[in-house]
Nanobody, 126 residues
């Protein structure tokens, strides 16, 4: 079992920055990848970014590419999402997810992840 706890959300003006953290505990040794998803009111949950635990290879949604950076600190079992140049359309509940499986090309699908956090709210005002 793995427990995921997100933090770092809040209210920020457009153009500002926030850094989200996701701390993993439990059986983290065999985790393959961790990711961030988000869900805005009335919309489906969508992929934001993922990172492979060992290789550090990452992927981003087109909507955040060049503005968000995902990173990990394996010693702390923590994944970060640095969000810059925030836009009102980035407003959402941000979830951390973790997978034991090799994701292949399906890193953007939420059904590929085994564990989820409770989410942290990010609100960007215009």
């Amino acid at each position: 079992q793995v427990q995921l706890v997100e933090s770092g959300g809040g209210l920020v003006q457009a153009g500002g920055s926030l850094r989200l953290s996701c701390a993993a505990s439990g059986d983290t040794f065999n985790l393959y990848a961790m990711a961030w998803f988000r869900q805005a009111p009335g919309k489906e949950r969508e992929f934001v970014a993922d990172i492979r635990r060992i290789s550090g290879i990452s992927h981003y949604a087109d909507s955040v590419k060049g503005r968000f950076i995902i990173s990990r600190d394996n010693a702390k079992n923590t994944v970060y999402l640095q969000m810059n140049s925030l836009k009102p359309e980035d407003t959402a509940l941000y979830y951390c997810a973790a997978s034991y499986e090799s994701l292949g090309g399906y890193y953007y699908r939420d059904d590929q992840y085994n564990y989820w956090g409770q989410g942290t709210q990010v609100t960007v005002s215009s």
